[in-house]
């Protein structure tokens, strides 16, 4: 879909879709490349790779490895064995934003069709967060629509409460009402039936995203970035990875590994702190997120030649990096703040004249202000 202040369209893609489409692509273009479905990868004993393949264990003899395993990467964990500088930072969860989720389809032909077809939808029941189930559904390219019911872990309604698709129906009528309507009674027993799933936790690999041992070893996408996916940076940002890694192979040179990790290494290796950060304030509490929205949203409208919008929006600029965005919005916190102390002094100041002033008509009466 086509957005205001942005300069390319958005497009929602099914992950298994994603994947197929990257297949066909590898395929057509680099005929030469062999792929093979279902292997884990078991770690790296000096120049060999050991994988396991259809219940075979085996090593194979590599020059140059690319880990892009996923959240709990095997290889990410070997290279914090091999170097120093290469290790797995954690943050701490937000436990007061703790959630799981189930998915949940939508029909098209039971969909209204005064409805869109090209927005998502959005809903939450309850105020508090802590207590609230939230409905997030995006279409598909066929008109179908893939919700996402998220609640918190201990919340019981979409889970032991929910046996059979009848119960599931009169739960989500109860919840979502305008929404149930939309849902067949196969899929409400596939959803009786799932279970919750977690969302992955913040963690960026660093400071440095390759190890040069005796082989060389990059890591990208989610196995050094792992974020929440609201906002798709997870996968978009993992296509810049693949790109940034591209660049440093041309620019070093053929089979020049060491100096194309570093290089790589070197352009990546703080986007990826940056943008675990910035993901993680998203799910903050009020002080943490809701409130610098509301700051940057009013200094933005009032000075927009001092101050950005906010980091949200930002981050939709395909024209500036994370820590660009990261560093933008220390320069607006530290601009804001010095504001507001600033206007509090005005007033302050204010409210004591005219104060003064009032004092006078009332003789005999007397205030000690503070010595500042």
């Known amino acids: 879909t086509e957005a205001v202040g942005r300069n390319y369209p958005t497009m929602v893609i099914q992950r298994d879709r994603l994947a197929a489409v990257l297949l066909e692509e590898l395929r057509s273009k680099y005929p030469t490349v062999s792929i093979q479905h279902e292997v884990e990868c078991l770690g790296c004993n000096g120049r060999s790779l050991l994988k396991k393949c259809q219940g075979q264990e085996e090593?194979?003899?590599?020059?140059?490895?690319?880990?892009?395993?996923?959240?709990?990467?095997?290889?990410?964990?070997?290279?914090?064995?091999?170097?120093?500088?290469?290790?797995?930072?954690?943050?701490?969860?937000?436990?007061?934003?703790?959630?799981?989720?189930?998915?949940?389809?939508?029909?098209?032909?039971?969909?209204?069709?005064?409805?869109?077809?090209?927005?998502?939808?959005?809903?939450?029941?309850?105020?508090?967060?802590?207590?609230?189930?939230?409905?997030?559904?995006?279409p598909t390219r066929e008109g179908n629509v893939v919700a996402v019911l998220l609640f918190n872990p201990s919340d019981d309604r979409l889970t032991s409460q929910v046996k059979t698709a009848e119960e599931a129906r009169t739960q989500l009528t109860n919840l979502f009402p305008q929404f149930a309507g939309c849902v067949s009674d196969a899929e409400f027993e596939n959803f009786a039936r799932r279970q919750p799933s977690r969302l992955p936790s913040f963690a960026y690999a660093g400071p440095s995203l390759h190890v040069n041992a005796a082989v060389s070893m990059v890591a990208l996408?989610?196995?050094?970035?792992?974020?929440?996916?609201?906002?798709?940076?997870?996968?978009?940002?993992?296509?810049?990875?693949?790109?940034?890694?591209?660049?440093?192979?041309?620019?070093?040179?053929?089979?020049?590994?060491?100096?194309?990790?570093?290089?790589?290494?070197?352009?990546?290796?703080?986007?990826?702190?940056?943008?675990?950060?910035l993901s993680a304030s998203f799910d903050g509490n009020f002080f943490q997120f809701v409130l610098p929205l509301i700051l940057d949203g009013i200094f933005s409208n009032l000075l927009p030649q001092v101050f950005a919008v906010n980091a949200i929006r930002m981050l939709q600029s395909e024209e500036m990096k994370f820590t660009e965005v990261v560093a933008r919005k220390r320069q607006d916190r530290i601009l804001q703040g010095v504001l507001i102390l600033l206007l509090l002094w005005v007033f302050g100041q204010i409210f004591i004249g005219v104060f003064g002033q009032v004092a006078q008509f009332f003789p005999g009466f007397s205030v000690k202000w503070p010595s500042w």
């Open 59 to 138: 090593s194979v003899e590599v020059e140059f490895v690319v880990a892009a395993d996923g959240v709990n990467s095997t290889l990410t964990t070997a290279m914090s064995c091999m170097s120093s500088e290469f290790n797995v930072n954690k943050l701490e969860p937000n436990l007061e934003r703790e959630v799981v989720y189930k998915t949940l389809g939508l029909d098209k032909d039971r969909i209204p069709r005064t409805w869109r077809r090209d927005l998502n939808f959005s809903a939450r029941q309850g105020e508090d967060l802590s207590k609230s189930i939230t409905f997030e559904a995006l």
């Open 221 to 277: 996408g989610d196995s050094i970035h792992s974020v929440k996916p609201y906002f798709g940076l997870g996968v978009n940002s993992a296509f810049e990875d693949v790109i940034c890694l591209k660049n440093s192979l041309d620019e070093a040179g053929p089979r020049q590994w060491e100096q194309a990790a570093q290089l790589y290494s070197a352009e990546r290796g703080k986007e990826a702190e940056a943008l675990v950060t």
